[in-house]
Protein backbone atom coordinates (compact mmCIF):
# COMPACT_ATOMS: atom_id res chain seq x y z
CA UNK A 1 0.00 0.00 0.00
CA UNK A 2 2.91 2.29 0.81
CA UNK A 3 4.72 1.65 -2.46
CA UNK A 4 1.62 2.67 -3.73
CA UNK A 5 0.84 5.89 -2.50
CA UNK A 6 4.72 6.86 -3.06
CA UNK A 7 4.00 5.87 -6.81
CA UNK A 8 1.26 8.13 -7.09
CA UNK A 9 2.63 11.18 -5.40
CA UNK A 10 5.92 10.84 -8.13
CA UNK A 11 3.52 10.35 -10.76
CA UNK A 12 1.72 13.50 -9.62
CA UNK A 13 4.80 15.69 -9.20
CA UNK A 14 6.01 15.07 -12.45
CA UNK A 15 3.08 15.62 -13.94
CA UNK A 16 2.71 18.98 -12.25
CA UNK A 17 6.14 19.45 -12.82
CA UNK A 18 5.64 18.94 -17.00
CA UNK A 19 2.62 20.91 -16.66
CA UNK A 20 4.68 24.15 -15.19
CA UNK A 21 7.53 23.95 -17.16
CA UNK A 22 4.73 23.40 -20.34
CA UNK A 23 3.12 26.53 -19.22
CA UNK A 24 5.81 28.32 -18.30
CA UNK A 25 9.02 27.44 -19.93
CA UNK A 26 11.02 30.05 -18.24
CA UNK A 27 10.36 28.61 -15.23
CA UNK A 28 11.90 25.19 -16.40
CA UNK A 29 15.30 26.80 -16.48
CA UNK A 30 16.78 23.51 -17.50
CA UNK A 31 19.16 21.59 -17.20
CA UNK A 32 20.96 22.67 -14.00
CA UNK A 33 24.29 20.46 -13.01
CA UNK A 34 26.25 18.44 -10.87
CA UNK A 35 29.96 17.88 -10.03
CA UNK A 36 32.53 18.22 -6.98
CA UNK A 37 34.18 20.69 -5.61
CA UNK A 38 37.10 21.03 -3.38
CA UNK A 39 39.09 24.27 -1.75
CA UNK A 40 40.80 26.52 -3.97
CA UNK A 41 45.01 26.14 -4.39
CA UNK A 42 44.77 24.04 -0.61
CA UNK A 43 45.36 20.47 0.00
CA UNK A 44 43.69 20.92 3.01
CA UNK A 45 41.93 23.42 5.10
CA UNK A 46 41.90 24.02 8.53
CA UNK A 47 38.66 24.77 10.84
CA UNK A 48 38.64 26.32 14.44
CA UNK A 49 36.56 24.61 16.97
CA UNK A 50 35.89 27.09 19.58
CA UNK A 51 37.81 24.76 22.36
CA UNK A 52 40.99 25.76 24.38
CA UNK A 53 42.41 21.85 23.87
CA UNK A 54 42.05 21.31 20.36
CA UNK A 55 41.86 24.81 19.33
CA UNK A 56 41.86 23.62 15.13
CA UNK A 57 41.59 20.56 13.02
CA UNK A 58 42.53 20.55 9.67
CA UNK A 59 41.91 18.45 6.61
CA UNK A 60 41.02 17.30 3.21
CA UNK A 61 37.16 18.44 2.33
CA UNK A 62 35.02 17.18 -0.68
CA UNK A 63 31.38 18.55 -1.71
CA UNK A 64 29.47 16.18 -4.10
CA UNK A 65 26.65 18.64 -5.33
CA UNK A 66 23.77 18.99 -7.85
CA UNK A 67 21.62 21.62 -8.78
CA UNK A 68 18.04 20.79 -11.12
CA UNK A 69 14.53 22.20 -10.87
CA UNK A 70 11.13 20.86 -9.86
CA UNK A 71 7.88 22.09 -10.26
CA UNK A 72 9.78 25.55 -11.92
CA UNK A 73 11.93 25.86 -8.87
CA UNK A 74 15.62 25.45 -7.76
CA UNK A 75 16.61 22.70 -5.83
CA UNK A 76 20.56 22.08 -4.64
CA UNK A 77 21.73 18.99 -2.57
CA UNK A 78 25.26 18.95 -1.16
CA UNK A 79 27.17 16.52 0.59
CA UNK A 80 30.30 16.46 2.51
CA UNK A 81 33.18 14.01 2.69
CA UNK A 82 36.62 14.87 4.92
CA UNK A 83 39.46 13.44 5.86
CA UNK A 84 41.00 14.90 9.18
CA UNK A 85 45.24 15.42 8.75
CA UNK A 86 46.77 17.31 11.56
CA UNK A 87 45.24 18.46 14.92
CA UNK A 88 46.53 21.34 16.94
CA UNK A 89 46.63 20.77 20.79
CA UNK A 90 47.13 23.04 23.43
CA UNK A 91 49.68 23.12 26.28
CA UNK A 92 47.64 22.54 29.15
CA UNK A 93 49.73 24.91 31.42
CA UNK A 94 49.08 27.79 28.51
CA UNK A 95 52.34 27.81 26.80
CA UNK A 96 51.18 27.87 23.50
CA UNK A 97 50.44 25.06 21.05
CA UNK A 98 51.38 22.35 18.82
CA UNK A 99 50.53 20.53 15.17
CA UNK A 100 50.29 16.77 15.14
CA UNK A 101 49.46 14.77 12.16
CA UNK A 102 47.08 12.26 12.65
CA UNK A 103 49.59 9.32 12.35
CA UNK A 104 51.91 10.51 14.97
CA UNK A 105 48.67 11.24 17.87
CA UNK A 106 48.99 8.57 20.54
CA UNK A 107 46.85 5.17 18.98
CA UNK A 108 43.39 6.17 21.35
CA UNK A 109 43.70 9.82 20.21
CA UNK A 110 44.09 8.68 16.57
CA UNK A 111 40.84 6.66 16.93
CA UNK A 112 39.08 9.39 18.38
CA UNK A 113 39.90 12.11 15.59
CA UNK A 114 37.78 9.80 13.41
CA UNK A 115 34.90 10.36 15.81
CA UNK A 116 35.24 14.41 14.92
CA UNK A 117 32.61 15.31 13.11
CA UNK A 118 32.24 18.74 10.66
CA UNK A 119 29.91 20.92 9.10
CA UNK A 120 30.68 23.35 6.58
CA UNK A 121 29.03 26.78 5.04
CA UNK A 122 30.63 27.48 1.63
CA UNK A 123 30.27 29.32 -1.00
CA UNK A 124 30.80 28.23 -4.66
CA UNK A 125 31.68 30.49 -7.60
CA UNK A 126 29.73 30.15 -11.34
CA UNK A 127 31.85 29.67 -13.75
CA UNK A 128 31.08 32.50 -17.41
CA UNK A 129 27.70 32.99 -15.60
CA UNK A 130 25.44 34.39 -18.74
CA UNK A 131 24.09 37.09 -16.36
CA UNK A 132 22.77 40.73 -18.08
CA UNK A 133 25.93 42.04 -16.34
CA UNK A 134 29.23 40.44 -18.11
CA UNK A 135 31.15 42.05 -15.14
CA UNK A 136 29.18 40.38 -12.24
CA UNK A 137 30.52 37.70 -10.37
CA UNK A 138 27.95 34.97 -9.42
CA UNK A 139 28.44 33.03 -6.32
CA UNK A 140 26.23 29.98 -5.07
CA UNK A 141 25.83 29.60 -0.77
CA UNK A 142 25.16 26.48 0.87
CA UNK A 143 25.61 24.44 3.61
CA UNK A 144 26.17 20.45 3.91
CA UNK A 145 23.48 19.61 6.66
CA UNK A 146 23.81 17.44 9.19
CA UNK A 147 27.67 17.10 10.33
CA UNK A 148 29.86 14.26 8.99
CA UNK A 149 32.54 11.71 10.52
CA UNK A 150 35.57 10.89 8.34
CA UNK A 151 35.19 8.52 5.94
CA UNK A 152 31.28 9.06 6.45
CA UNK A 153 29.20 11.51 4.24
CA UNK A 154 26.79 13.96 5.45
CA UNK A 155 23.16 13.65 5.53
CA UNK A 156 21.25 16.81 3.83
CA UNK A 157 17.86 16.51 2.48
CA UNK A 158 17.89 18.63 -0.83
CA UNK A 159 16.93 22.15 -0.18
CA UNK A 160 14.38 24.68 -2.44
CA UNK A 161 15.07 27.89 -3.21
CA UNK A 162 13.12 31.24 -4.26
CA UNK A 163 14.71 32.31 -7.73
CA UNK A 164 15.50 35.70 -6.24
CA UNK A 165 17.68 33.86 -3.06
CA UNK A 166 19.12 31.42 -5.19
CA UNK A 167 22.01 33.15 -6.57
CA UNK A 168 24.36 36.28 -5.49
CA UNK A 169 25.86 38.63 -7.61
CA UNK A 170 27.45 41.34 -5.00
CA UNK A 171 29.79 41.04 -2.54
CA UNK A 172 28.44 42.52 1.35
CA UNK A 173 30.43 46.56 2.16
CA UNK A 174 31.34 44.22 5.10
CA UNK A 175 32.82 41.81 3.23
CA UNK A 176 35.27 43.58 1.23
CA UNK A 177 38.55 43.63 2.24
CA UNK A 178 38.54 39.88 3.40
CA UNK A 179 39.33 38.52 0.13
CA UNK A 180 36.98 35.45 -1.25
CA UNK A 181 35.70 35.15 2.28
CA UNK A 182 33.99 38.31 2.07
CA UNK A 183 31.58 36.69 -0.24
CA UNK A 184 30.60 34.44 3.27
CA UNK A 185 29.49 37.74 5.16
CA UNK A 186 25.62 37.23 4.44
CA UNK A 187 24.30 40.55 5.81
CA UNK A 188 24.33 43.12 3.09
CA UNK A 189 25.38 40.70 0.10
CA UNK A 190 23.25 41.61 -3.49
CA UNK A 191 21.07 38.98 -4.43
CA UNK A 192 21.08 37.80 -8.30
CA UNK A 193 17.67 38.82 -10.20
CA UNK A 194 15.60 35.92 -11.06
CA UNK A 195 15.50 36.65 -14.41
CA UNK A 196 19.69 36.47 -14.28
CA UNK A 197 19.47 33.33 -11.87
CA UNK A 198 17.10 31.27 -14.51
CA UNK A 199 19.09 32.39 -17.32
CA UNK A 200 22.31 30.60 -15.32
CA UNK A 201 20.24 27.77 -14.77
CA UNK A 202 19.26 26.81 -18.16
CA UNK A 203 22.16 27.35 -19.79
CA UNK A 204 23.89 24.64 -17.23
CA UNK A 205 25.89 25.48 -13.94
CA UNK A 206 29.76 24.90 -13.97
CA UNK A 207 31.28 25.17 -10.11
CA UNK A 208 34.80 26.90 -10.92
CA UNK A 209 35.96 26.60 -7.19
CA UNK A 210 34.80 26.61 -3.25
CA UNK A 211 35.34 28.63 -0.52
CA UNK A 212 35.12 27.52 3.01
CA UNK A 213 33.36 30.52 5.20
CA UNK A 214 34.53 30.87 8.89
CA UNK A 215 31.30 29.40 10.28
CA UNK A 216 32.35 26.23 9.29
CA UNK A 217 32.64 24.27 12.78
CA UNK A 218 33.92 20.98 13.78
CA UNK A 219 33.03 18.66 16.71
CA UNK A 220 36.09 17.58 18.60
CA UNK A 221 34.85 16.26 22.08
CA UNK A 222 35.56 13.02 20.91
CA UNK A 223 39.33 13.98 20.93
CA UNK A 224 39.17 16.08 24.11
CA UNK A 225 37.58 12.83 26.02
CA UNK A 226 40.70 10.80 24.84
CA UNK A 227 43.63 13.32 25.81
CA UNK A 228 41.87 13.55 29.19
CA UNK A 229 41.63 9.78 29.48
CA UNK A 230 45.15 9.58 28.53
CA UNK A 231 46.87 12.08 30.77
CA UNK A 232 44.38 10.45 33.94
CA UNK A 233 46.49 6.49 32.97
CA UNK A 234 49.91 8.55 31.61
CA UNK A 235 52.97 6.99 34.26
CA UNK A 236 55.46 8.14 32.11
CA UNK A 237 56.65 11.85 31.30
CA UNK A 238 54.45 14.23 31.15
CA UNK A 239 52.99 15.63 27.67
CA UNK A 240 52.60 18.90 27.27
CA UNK A 241 48.70 18.59 26.94
CA UNK A 242 48.44 16.91 30.09
CA UNK A 243 48.52 18.94 33.66
CA UNK A 244 52.15 19.01 35.37
CA UNK A 245 49.99 18.88 39.05
CA UNK A 246 49.01 15.17 38.75
CA UNK A 247 52.84 14.78 38.97
CA UNK A 248 53.95 17.03 41.47
CA UNK A 249 51.33 15.45 43.99
CA UNK A 250 52.96 11.78 42.69
CA UNK A 251 56.15 13.13 44.28
CA UNK A 252 54.95 14.88 46.83
CA UNK A 253 53.43 11.22 47.81
CA UNK A 254 56.78 9.80 47.27
CA UNK A 255 58.20 12.38 49.55
CA UNK A 256 56.07 11.62 51.79
CA UNK A 257 56.61 8.03 52.13
CA UNK A 258 60.15 8.44 52.53
CA UNK A 259 59.93 11.11 55.89
CA UNK A 260 57.73 8.34 57.14
CA UNK A 261 60.99 5.90 57.04
CA UNK A 262 62.84 9.11 58.34
CA UNK A 263 60.73 8.84 61.80
CA UNK A 264 61.58 5.33 62.14
CA UNK A 265 64.32 5.19 64.44
CA UNK A 266 66.47 2.72 66.14
CA UNK A 267 64.83 2.09 69.46
CA UNK A 268 60.79 2.41 68.40
CA UNK A 269 58.93 -0.52 66.73
CA UNK A 270 57.00 -1.09 63.11
CA UNK A 271 53.48 -1.86 63.27
CA UNK A 272 54.49 -5.76 63.27
CA UNK A 273 56.77 -4.90 66.94
CA UNK A 274 60.02 -5.57 65.57
CA UNK A 275 62.48 -3.13 66.02
CA UNK A 276 63.30 -0.44 63.65
CA UNK A 277 66.88 -1.41 63.93
CA UNK A 278 66.15 -4.79 62.85
CA UNK A 279 67.42 -6.88 60.04
CA UNK A 280 64.24 -6.57 57.81
CA UNK A 281 65.01 -6.58 54.19
CA UNK A 282 62.33 -4.25 53.01
CA UNK A 283 63.51 -1.80 55.76
CA UNK A 284 66.92 -1.97 54.81
CA UNK A 285 66.17 -1.64 51.20
CA UNK A 286 64.26 1.73 51.52
CA UNK A 287 66.56 3.12 53.80
CA UNK A 288 69.44 2.39 50.68
CA UNK A 289 67.08 3.92 48.16
CA UNK A 290 66.33 6.73 50.35
CA UNK A 291 70.08 7.71 51.65
CA UNK A 292 70.31 7.41 47.08
CA UNK A 293 67.66 9.93 46.90
CA UNK A 294 68.98 12.08 49.43
CA UNK A 295 72.57 12.15 48.05
CA UNK A 296 71.34 12.69 44.39
CA UNK A 297 69.20 15.37 45.51
CA UNK A 298 72.17 16.91 47.41
CA UNK A 299 74.49 16.45 44.45
CA UNK A 300 71.65 18.09 41.89
CA UNK A 301 71.35 21.00 45.14
CA UNK A 302 75.01 21.59 44.46
CA UNK A 303 75.32 21.55 40.95
CA UNK A 304 72.29 24.18 40.62
CA UNK A 305 74.22 25.96 43.26
CA UNK A 306 77.87 26.31 41.47
CA UNK A 307 75.86 26.83 37.97
CA UNK A 308 74.60 29.72 39.60
CA UNK A 309 77.58 31.16 41.25
CA UNK A 310 79.40 30.87 37.73
CA UNK A 311 76.68 32.94 36.12
CA UNK A 312 76.60 35.42 38.37
CA UNK A 313 80.26 35.80 38.16
CA UNK A 314 80.19 36.45 34.57
CA UNK A 315 77.77 38.52 34.38
CA UNK A 316 80.10 40.73 37.80
CA UNK A 317 82.98 40.17 35.08
CA UNK A 318 80.59 41.40 31.82
CA UNK A 319 79.92 44.55 34.21
CA UNK A 320 83.23 45.23 35.24
CA UNK A 321 84.74 45.17 31.76
CA UNK A 322 82.02 47.15 30.54
CA UNK A 323 82.53 49.80 32.95
CA UNK A 324 86.26 50.02 32.38
CA UNK A 325 86.06 50.17 28.49
CA UNK A 326 83.91 53.26 28.98
CA UNK A 327 86.45 54.94 31.32
CA UNK A 328 89.56 53.78 29.01
CA UNK A 329 87.40 54.95 25.88
CA UNK A 330 86.54 58.30 27.57
CA UNK A 331 90.22 58.70 28.71
CA UNK A 332 91.84 57.62 25.32
CA UNK A 333 89.52 60.69 23.82
CA UNK A 334 90.45 63.11 26.32
CA UNK A 335 94.27 62.36 26.45
CA UNK A 336 93.93 62.68 22.19
CA UNK A 337 92.50 66.03 22.50
CA UNK A 338 94.44 67.59 25.01
CA UNK A 339 97.98 66.12 23.21
CA UNK A 340 96.16 67.21 19.95
CA UNK A 341 95.50 71.10 21.38
CA UNK A 342 98.90 71.34 22.94
CA UNK A 343 101.35 69.80 19.82
CA UNK A 344 99.02 70.09 16.96
CA UNK A 345 98.64 67.45 14.47
CA UNK A 346 100.65 64.42 13.71
CA UNK A 347 102.73 64.97 10.71
CA UNK A 348 103.98 62.24 8.67
CA UNK A 349 106.61 60.00 8.90
CA UNK A 350 108.23 60.90 5.63
CA UNK A 351 108.44 63.60 3.51
CA UNK A 352 109.34 64.30 0.14
CA UNK A 353 112.99 65.64 -0.90
CA UNK A 354 113.00 65.48 -4.77
CA UNK A 355 109.52 66.56 -6.50
CA UNK A 356 109.38 67.55 -10.49
CA UNK A 357 106.46 68.67 -12.53
CA UNK A 358 105.08 67.00 -15.17
CA UNK A 359 105.81 67.82 -18.91
CA UNK A 360 102.74 67.29 -19.84
CA UNK A 361 99.75 68.00 -16.79
CA UNK A 362 96.21 67.44 -17.51
CA UNK A 363 93.82 69.50 -19.41
CA UNK A 364 90.77 71.47 -18.06
CA UNK A 365 87.86 72.89 -19.27
CA UNK A 366 88.36 76.93 -19.69
CA UNK A 367 86.63 79.52 -21.45
CA UNK A 368 85.37 78.97 -25.07
CA UNK A 369 86.10 75.34 -24.65
CA UNK A 370 89.85 76.24 -24.23
CA UNK A 371 92.57 74.23 -22.23
CA UNK A 372 93.57 75.28 -19.02
CA UNK A 373 96.89 73.11 -17.71
CA UNK A 374 96.78 72.00 -13.91
CA UNK A 375 100.24 71.63 -12.66
CA UNK A 376 100.87 68.06 -11.52
CA UNK A 377 103.94 67.15 -8.99
CA UNK A 378 105.46 63.44 -8.57
CA UNK A 379 107.75 62.69 -5.59
CA UNK A 380 110.99 60.52 -6.56
CA UNK A 381 112.42 60.77 -3.22
CA UNK A 382 111.68 60.19 0.04
CA UNK A 383 113.33 61.29 3.54
CA UNK A 384 112.52 60.74 7.53
CA UNK A 385 110.13 63.73 8.68
CA UNK A 386 112.18 66.07 10.69
CA UNK A 387 108.88 67.46 12.76
CA UNK A 388 108.27 63.95 13.39
CA UNK A 389 110.47 63.51 16.73
CA UNK A 390 109.40 66.43 17.78
CA UNK A 391 105.69 65.91 17.87
CA UNK A 392 106.62 62.79 19.58
CA UNK A 393 108.48 64.12 22.08
CA UNK A 394 105.70 66.91 22.61
CA UNK A 395 103.03 64.26 22.64
CA UNK A 396 104.82 61.88 25.06
CA UNK A 397 105.49 65.43 27.35
CA UNK A 398 101.32 66.08 26.71
CA UNK A 399 99.83 62.92 27.53
CA UNK A 400 101.74 62.40 30.69
CA UNK A 401 100.27 66.17 31.61
CA UNK A 402 96.97 65.16 30.17
CA UNK A 403 96.86 61.94 31.30
CA UNK A 404 92.79 61.51 33.90
CA UNK A 405 94.33 58.89 35.91
CA UNK A 406 97.93 60.15 36.31
CA UNK A 407 98.94 57.67 33.82
CA UNK A 408 99.35 57.79 29.89
CA UNK A 409 97.03 55.07 27.81
CA UNK A 410 99.37 53.71 25.61
CA UNK A 411 96.07 51.56 24.20
CA UNK A 412 92.47 51.45 25.04
CA UNK A 413 93.24 46.79 25.10
CA UNK A 414 96.35 47.90 27.75
CA UNK A 415 94.11 50.01 29.58
CA UNK A 416 91.26 47.78 30.04
CA UNK A 417 93.18 44.73 31.14
CA UNK A 418 94.37 47.10 33.68
CA UNK A 419 91.49 47.98 35.29
CA UNK A 420 89.91 44.10 35.17
CA UNK A 421 93.04 42.62 36.59
Known amino acids: MRAFFLFQSLTLAAFFSVAAQAADPVNAASPGGKGSLRPMGLQETCFKSGSRAVPVVCGRVQVNWKLWTLMGEPIGDYVLGWSPTKVRVADAEGGGSQSYTVENLPKAVGKAVQRMELYVEAVAFVEKAPTSRNDTA ?69 LDGLQVCPSSTVDVAPVENALAKLCESNTGATPHY ?180
Open 138 to 206: VVLAFNTGVAAKPGETSMNVPEGYNWEKFLHGGMSNKGIGLGLAGWCVAEGRQQLNAKDAKAVMRAGVK
Open 242 to 421: CSRKKEAKEIDAIDAAFAKLEDRRPGGTTGAGKKAGSSDPMEAAFEAAETERKAREDARLKAAAELRERLAAAERLALVRKSALDFCNAAKATEDSCAARTCGSKPSAKICTDSREDPTPPCGGGPNTSCIAFPKYTCYANAPNPKRPEWESCAATAAQACATSGKPIVSVDQCVADRTR
